[in-house]
Structures are given as structure tokens and as C-alpha cells.
């Protein structure tokens, strides 16, 4: 997920699907993307009536930040963190999400670490959901230099309490990658108690790569969607896992072939992101390429698209907007 990539990138091929645990299949999701501009890894917070979407860097905007009242016309996007602290490296600030904390927002998001030229999460607060959010942190929040650096942070609650699950950066070191999960301070501004291992890439159609991690409670239980494969390329899909807690133990469903592949005019989608709409029902915000159009350097754009996922039988189900 994430990455400003330079556009010469190029991507590859055409992701083969696994005969279980079988991609959504074509016109069971959305037919057309919710927002078609580049808006990498989103995160959709509701307040009120009002959608909120941030997204990873594009050109000189450090974190996309757009809203909408319906989730299908959006306003032109904004800069909800339009300075980054001393620290960071501009350039590649991926992956925000956004929790409220009583009056106050936290955003977190991912950045490089100048000294360590590795990427670390970090967070900034605003007292209002669209920013500017300000960040005064001298050296990074969350980085595990001994993996790779911290990514793609997801804010959850879960029993009225604030969790955070991220991805440890393995693949930086030519290793599988790890979800993680801790738990948050009231306030939102801390970590509390030790980092669980949530789950570890370990399927054949994963590429050694999950990242993306996205947590959500219904019916009693717990379920952790993340995204996998080469960000850049049409393998990209997402697949998920049960858990007993927040914390886990968590174990992987989708370990014969993703949940989610290409479908449709989406190919490649990764970046689950998880929201209620006004009338209380479950949408998903993802985003996914263009056929034809897969990668930066072949004129890409990782588009914003929006289902709904109903749960039937203890199982996600997709259905569009």
C-alpha cells in the first residue's frame, strides 16, 4: 500500500486467483470508484453526517484530506497535515487514520525517520476532524528499526477503549511481513502494555507482504482485513482473519487465496478501510488501480472505492453502494 512511487514504476502482472476463498466476484462490488483521482491507502472517518478521507501523499500534499456528505461527490482534497515535524523526510508520508478522542482528533501517520532512512509512525492532533493537524514530536513515536520500521497505522476502538494495529516493515529487510496490535491511552497519545503479533504473511498468494491492517467487531466477533501482494501490480488483493480480542489471537482465513481480488474496473485493491454510514451500515473504503492502468508509471491512479460488506453467516459478504 502507501508509497509515492516515483512514475516510472511499472507494474506487473495479472494476479492469479486462488479456486478458495475467491475474490469478489465482478458486479457483486461497485461498478465505478467512488472518487477515480489518486487517493492511495484511505481511512473514512464519519462525524456527524459528514464523511471525512485522508489518504496517502500526493504531490507537495502531505496527507489527502477530503469530505463529503453522502461518500459519493467529495470535495477537492486538502492538506490535513501541511507540515511535518523536524524529523521526518518529505516525501513519504503514507497511510493516515484518524481517531477522536473527546474533543480532540489524533491523527497517525507514516513517515521517514531522516536517521534511520527507515519508515516510523508517528501523530499529530487538531481540535477539528479535517486538520490542519500539528505534530511537535521530536523523533519518531512507533519504529521497529529491528524489522524493517513501522507502517500503516489503523485506530480502532473496541469496548469503548482505543487500539492501534500497524504493520512492521519486514519486507525492507527481504523478510515476511507482521501485524501488530497495542493498546492506546485514553487520550490516544500513548502506547500501553507490550505490541501483539496479530498474524504473519505466510500464503503462497500474499507474496510474503500483508500490510494494511483494518479491525472490525460485529455480531460478537472480530475481524482482521488487510491488504496483500505487490502494492503496484494487479496481484494486490485483500483477505482477512478472526480474532478473540483486539489483540488477537487472530487466525487467518484466507490462506487458500484472498477474500477480495480484482473484479470489475477495480484491479489490484488493497487499503481496507471500515465505516458506518448514517443509516448504521458497514462500508468499506479501498483503493484499487485501473485496468490497463495498473502502476504509476503506466499512468495509474490508485482510486478510492466504497462497498458495503454485510456478514453472513460469520462471513464478509460484498455488495455495492
Known amino acids: 500500500m502507501k508509497r509515492q512511487r516515483p512514475r516510472w514504476w511499472v507494474a506487473v502482472a495479472v494476479a492469479t486467483v486462488a479456486v478458495l476463498a475467491m475474490p469478489a466476484p ?13 487517493f492511495p491507502d484511505p481511512f473514512i472517518l464519519r462525524v456527524g453526517g459528514t464523511f471525512h478521507a485522508y489518504a496517502t501523499q500526493t504531490g507537495s500534499t502531505n496527507v489527502q484530506r477530503m469530505q463529503s456528505t453522502d461518500t459519493v461527490r467529495w470535495r477537492s482534497p486538502g492538506d490535513a497535515l501541511p507540515a511535518l515535524p523536524p524529523w521526518a523526510e518529505w516525501g513519504h508520508t503514507w497511510a493516515p487514520a484518524v481517531l477522536q478522542r473527546g474533543l480532540t482528533y489524533v491523527l497517525y501517520y507514516t513517515a521517514r525517520d531522516r536517521n534511520s532512512g527507515r519508515q516510523c509512525i508517528s501523530r499529530a492532533v487538531s481540535l477539528l476532524p479535517q486538520g490542519p493537524y500539528l505534530d511537535m514530536s521530536s523523533s519518531p513515536w512507533l519504529c521497529q528499526l529491528d524489522r524493517g520500521g513501522s507502517i500503516d497505522p489503523y485506530a480502532f476502538e473496541d469496548g469503548g477503549a482505543p487500539y492501534l494495529a500497524w504493520k512492521s516493515d519486514d519486507n525492507a529487510l527481504n523478510r515476511p511481513t507482521s501485524l501488530w496490535g497495542q493498546r ?6 500513548s502506547l500501553v502494555g507490550s505490541p501483539a503479533q496479530l498474524l504473519v504473511s505466510d500464503a503462497a498468494w500474499e507474496g510474503s507482504v500483508i500490510e494494511g491492517p483494518a479491525m472490525v467487531s460485529t455480531g460478537g466477533r472480530r475481524y482482521l482485513f488487510y491488504g496483500a501482494n505487490g502494492w503496484d501490480s494487479a496481484n494486490a488483493a485483500i483477505g482477512y482473519g478472526t480474532c478473540s480480542g483486539p489483540l488477537g489471537p487472530c487466525t487467518k482465513v484466507t490462506s487458500a487465496g484472498p477474500w477480495m481480488g480484482s473484479h470489475g474496473q477495480a484491479v489490484g485493491p488493497s487499503g481496507p478501510t471500515f465505516f458506518t454510514d448514517g443509516a448504521g451500515a458497514l462500508r468499506m473504503g479501498y483503493h484499487a488501480w485501473s485496468p490497463g492502468k495498473v502502476g504509476y508509471g503506466a499512468g495509474g491512479a490508485r482510486s478510492l472505492w466504497i462497498d458495503r460488506v454485510d456478514f453472513v453467516g460469520g462471513q464478509p459478504v460484498v455488495s455495492g453502494l
Do not use: N
Not at 184 to 189: F, I, N, P, Q
Open 26 to 38: 465482478a458486479g457483486a462490488a461497485s461498478v465505478a470508484p467512488a472518487y477515480p483521482p489518486d
Open 184 to 189: 492506546l491511552s485514553a487520550d490516544g497519545l
